[in-house]
């Protein structure tokens, strides 16, 4: 069985990827986010903190940076590649939003044929560090 077709193309526009990924239910409707970035082993993408992205305590819920990071995560690993899914990730939540605005930048470091790693970066407007998330993602070939 050989290699599946890439999900995007290299020269994918971010029109393009948006109008994919807007498949991602889940992310697109719970975190609206807005693809910024988008090449071949790498994305950016951002969202507003809105109060329903808000915790018991009035901070942002844990999982609305995760799901931001893993919608990065599966742009800059699908863009020139066969399919890939996340196969494992690694959180580490480092300090608390606050600011009105999320981004989640992904960059994959090494980018192989069956498995690819990446770290994700989601930081605030105001310049706080409030998670970096580590991806291993395997190829669907």
């Known amino acids: 069985m050989g290699d599946r077709e890439p999900l995007l193309p290299d020269d994918a526009t971010l029109e393009q990827v948006s109008a994919f990924f807007e ?51 599966a742009i800059a690993s699908n863009i020139g590649q066969a399919p890939t899914v996340s196969a494992s990730a690694n959180v580490d939540f480092m300090g608390r939003a606050r600011g009105t605005r999320l981004v989640a930048t992904c960059d994959l470091e090494r980018d192989g044929r069956t498995l690819c790693f990446a770290t994700v970066r989601v930081s605030d407007d105001a310049g706080v560090d409030v998670a970096r998330i580590s991806f291993v993602g395997c190829r669907q070939r």
């Open 23 to 73: 498949r991602d239910r889940f992310a697109t409707e719970s975190c609206h986010p807005r693809v910024v970035e988008a090449s071949h082993g790498h994305s950016a993408v951002t969202m507003d903190i809105l109060e329903g992205h808000l915790n018991g305590m009035g901070n942002l819920m844990g999982g609305v940076a995760f799901t931001l990071a893993d919608y990065a995560f």
